[in-house]
């Protein structure tokens, strides 16, 4: 079966680094995406890894261990606009179906 | 402006009556896609299209009916099927292409059944 796996809630302190993991099992494993989402707000695209490896965007940075079922996304530099929800999704096979974890909300605390 | 439009904002229905929800994508984006997202769970796929005039159901499609007759347009209607229709609705578009295919939202429809 599929099961994405991410912590409920955190919080973290303003100009902190924050580290949020996301585990998975699924079938047909063709990347994992990471998507942030303010409450009551459409997800925006964050990341996206195939590749075992960190990849960084700015203050953004996704890991992806494939062996492990493994992904993180790390945010430095915490803002108060970084409190939102992070969704990870894993995408199955070809057809651009993705499955998505329940997601993390972080809170940013001045 | 390139995007993605899904409208109403927000929408109220009785029970009992079927609704329609409308998304729109100018990305010129073959695939398509509608996800149901309740309070505390994740996005939820419930059908998608690779194409014009084909779709496929996804994980939750039972109560729901869509159509793609042009490559833009992608109308999800709730009907009077659905036990629980009352959710956050999001539309969402692709390329297609298999190596990339990254998923856009649009800004997605409330939908409250009374």
């Known amino acids: 079966g599929q099961n994405i796996d991410q912590p409920t809630e955190m919080t973290a302190t303003e100009g902190a680094i924050v580290q949020i993991n996301c585990t998975y099992q699924?079938?047909?494993?063709?990347?994992l995406f990471w998507y942030q989402q303010h409450a009551g707000e459409a997800p925006t695209f964050l990341s996206y890894?195939?590749?075992?490896g960190l990849e960084e965007k700015g203050r953004f940075s996704s890991f992806l261990s494939r062996s492990k079922g493994y992904s993180y996304l790390l945010l430095k530099e915490l803002q108060m606009k970084d409190s939102a929800s992070y969704l990870c999704a894993v995408k199955r096979g070809n057809t651009g179906k993705l499955i998505f974890g329940q997601g993390t909300t972080l809170q940013v605390k001045p | 402006d390139g995007g993605i439009t899904q409208s109403p904002k927000y929408l109220f229905r009785k029970e009992g009556q079927n609704v329609t929800l409308s998304c729109e994508q100018n990305?010129?984006?073959?695939?398509m896609y509608w996800y149901r997202q309740d309070p505390g769970q994740g996005l939820r796929l419930i059908y998608y299209s690779q194409i014009v005039n084909d779709f496929q159901k996804g994980d939750i499609a039972e109560g729901y009916s869509v159509s793609r007759e042009k490559k833009e347009s992608f109308p999800l209607t709730v009907t009077s099927a659905q036990k629980n229709p009352t959710a956050f609705y999001l539309c969402?578009?692709?390329?297609?292409?298999?190596?990339?295919?990254?998923?856009?939202f649009g800004p997605g429809t409330r939908l409250t059944v009374l």
């Open positions: 990305l010129n984006h073959d695939a």
């Open positions: 969402a578009s692709s390329t297609g292409r298999i190596s990339t295919d990254t998923q856009y």
């Open positions: 699924t079938s047909g494993f063709n990347g």
């Open positions: 890894n195939v590749l075992d």
